[in-house]
């Protein structure tokens, strides 16, 4: 325990000397949560801690990804700790929410056959996983064609403001649904909250830990402004490099903290909870980047806009909610690498799963193509 | 050359802002009505070279973009 107190010190020091500060707790909570009992390589993962989320409700019954993940509780509200303590809590809603209820379901879609959120990505490569490298190739190429689409005048419209309750209706979803998680109440003898009671859904750090972690994360993310898709999509379209700063400085610190905790372990096949199928990997993530270009955020940084009043960016939420239960009861969301007495059972994503990837990419293309100001 | 960015997401007022730089405007005036789109526009002006100046009103930023010759 002393070793790793010495060494959190020297991380912070060092990543406090490139002015970094801040930046760098999302990734070293994510990798200490991940010690406390969350899943291999998935500290935090919004698409699949929403998955589990979407399967507690039982709206979709793959019994080894269900719970209600504190962590995505805390991310919203501390998100709105934030913006009410600097004043930058502001209700808006109008910029185009059933286009977004879309791209929300198509980005979850795309990250499950990828098994996981940029977040996770990152947190994957940290933990050695090599598959993810190319998933964030893919995410970058979706992201590339997204920065056409805007450059050539795309954009979902203007948002208005609106009434000071509405902007609070998603922090109080979440209220609820951390409500539902303490006192677990069984509706009926078949019937909700489900809760896994083995696989990754059973996997999970003390509510407490999980709880706090989220809070602060939400805190922290909505002061630095954090998204991972941004900070690509800055670097290709103006140049700017600031979020991209927070993002390196984020990985090498997981992969530090996973260094020391004995969470590294290099390869493609058989890492933890992914699949070595390239081909999918690719393509599910340019889905998923493409729909975070078009909708203007990765799934945290739409949490953490959910906090904040941005009714649109809650309606994406609830569409990725909603892709995740339709990922998992029609078989599109990819099965993880396996090996079974010794032998290496390749996952990756049935052929309906295929289907959906593409249907999901040609509708975000669609999307960008017409529904463009011309400029 | 006024912009009005007002409800426009991220990162749509970078990239009017930035559209209106590349015509090579000397003066611009852009509306937004978030801190963080102000800060954005702010970070973008200030990488290519110009001076910015921020007046808040009714919850909206108004941010001067000026550039010497």
């Known amino acids: 325990m002393d070793n790793i107190v010495l060494f959190l010190t020297v991380v912070y020091k060092c990543a406090d000397k490139i002015k970094f500060i801040f930046r760098k707790e999302i990734l070293v909570l994510a990798a200490f949560l991940q010690k ?9 993962c919004v698409a699949c801690f929403e998955r589990d989320i979407a399967g507690a409700l039982g709206l979709h019954r793959a019994s080894v990804v269900q719970y209600i993940r504190p962590e995505i509780i805390g991310f919203v509200l501390g998100s709105l700790v934030a913006a009410f303590i600097f004043k930058e809590f502001k209700a808006r809603t109008g910029s185009a929410p059933l286009v977004r209820f879309i791209l929300g379901m198509f980005a979850m879609i795309g990250a499950l056959a990828f098994l996981g959120c940029p977040w996770r990505a990152f947190l994957r490569l940290a933990g050695g996983d090599l598959n993810a490298i190319i998933g964030i ?15 050539y ?27 539902l998680l303490v006192f677990a109440p069984k509706f009926g003898a078949n019937g909700a909250i489900f809760l896994s009671e083995k696989g990754s859904g059973s996997m999970h750090a003390p509510l407490i830990i999980s709880l706090s972690a989220g809070l602060i994360i939400g805190f922290i993310a909505q002061r630095v402004r954090f998204c991972t898709m941004g900070s ?24 530090l903290i996973n260094l020391m905790l004995g969470q590294v372990n290099f390869g493609i096949a058989a890492q933890p909870i992914a699949h070595s ?18 909708a203007g955020g990765c799934p945290g940084r739409q949490l953490i806009l959910s906090g904040e009043g941005d009714t649109d960016a809650a309606i994406f939420v609830l569409g990725m909610i909603t892709g995740a239960a339709f990922a998992h009861n029609f078989g599109l969301a990819a099965k993880p690498d396996a090996v079974i007495d010794g032998v290496l059972k390749v ?22 193509f017409t529904m463009r100001e011309k400029i | 050359m006024k ?11 970078v990239v009017l802002t930035l559209n209106a730089i590349k015509e090579n405007k000397r003066n611009l005036e852009v509306f937004v009505d978030t801190n963080i789109a102000c800060e954005n526009v702010q970070r973008l002006a200030e990488s290519k ?6 007046d808040i009103a009714e919850g909206k930023f108004k941010i001067v973009l000026t550039k010497q010759e």
Request: charged fraction near 10%; glycine fraction near 14%.
């Open chain 1, 277 to 294: 199928d390239y081909l999918w990997n690719f393509l599910g993530m340019v889905l998923a980047g493409l729909a975070f270009v078009l």
């Open chain 1, 137 to 151: 190739a893919g995410l970058a190429s979706g992201i590339a064609v997204g920065d056409q689409f805007l450059k």
């Open chain 1, 36 to 44: 406390f009992g969350n899943p291999p390589n998935m500290g935090v």
């Open chain 1, 347 to 368: 996952g990756g994503v049935s052929s309906y799963g295929m289907t959906a990837v593409i249907i999901g990419i040609l509708a975000c293309l669609i999307i960008g």
């Open chain 2, 49 to 54: 070279g110009y001076d910015t100046k921020i």
């Open chain 2, 3 to 13: 912009i009005d960015a007002c409800g426009l997401s991220c990162p749509q007022p």
């Open chain 1, 153 to 179: 005048g795309y954009n979902l419209g203007r948002s208005r403001n609106s009434y000071y309750s509405s902007g609070l209706i998603m922090p109080a979803i979440m209220a609820g649904l951390l409500l």
């Open chain 1, 232 to 255: 690509i999509r800055d670097v290709m379209l103006v140049r700017d490099f600031h979020l991209m700063r927070g993002v390196i400085a984020l990985f090498l610190s997981a992969f």
